[in-house]
């Protein structure tokens, strides 16, 4: 078991930036892969950007070159650096570790 808390959402302007930051209760070395997920209202979860074990990325093709997923194992926490943020940005993250999901933190770009 784990619990992942995710932090560092709020309010921005389009074009600002956030970072987000899943702190986790445990060692994180041993996931096979964690990452980033959102859900804005009305519309199912997707795929954010997920780094693996090898520290290989992905990223959906929307944020590519504007977000950039990191992890720090020594501080079992997963960073997702948010820059030109856009009103389409706008949702719930949620952290993910495997099987397991954190609370999420809401996310509002503003025009």
């Known amino acids: 078991q784990v619990q992942l808390v995710e932090s560092g959402g709020g309010l921005v302007q389009a074009g600002g930036s956030l970072r987000l930051s899943c702190a986790a209760s445990r060692s994180i070395f041993s996931f096979m892969f964690m990452g980033w997920y959102r859900q804005a209202p009305g519309k199912q979860r997707e795929l954010v950007a997920i780094?693996?074990?090898?520290?290989?990325?992905t990223y959906a093709t929307s944020v590519e070159g504007r977000f950039t997923i990191s992890r720090d194992n020594a501080k079992n926490t997963v960073y997702l650096q948010m820059n030109t943020l856009k009103p389409e940005d706008t949702a719930v993250y949620y952290c993910?570790?495997?099987?397991?999901w954190g609370q999420g933190t809401l996310v509002t770009v503003s025009s």
């Open positions: 993910r570790a495997e099987a397991f």
């Open positions: 780094m693996a074990s090898s520290g290989s990325t």
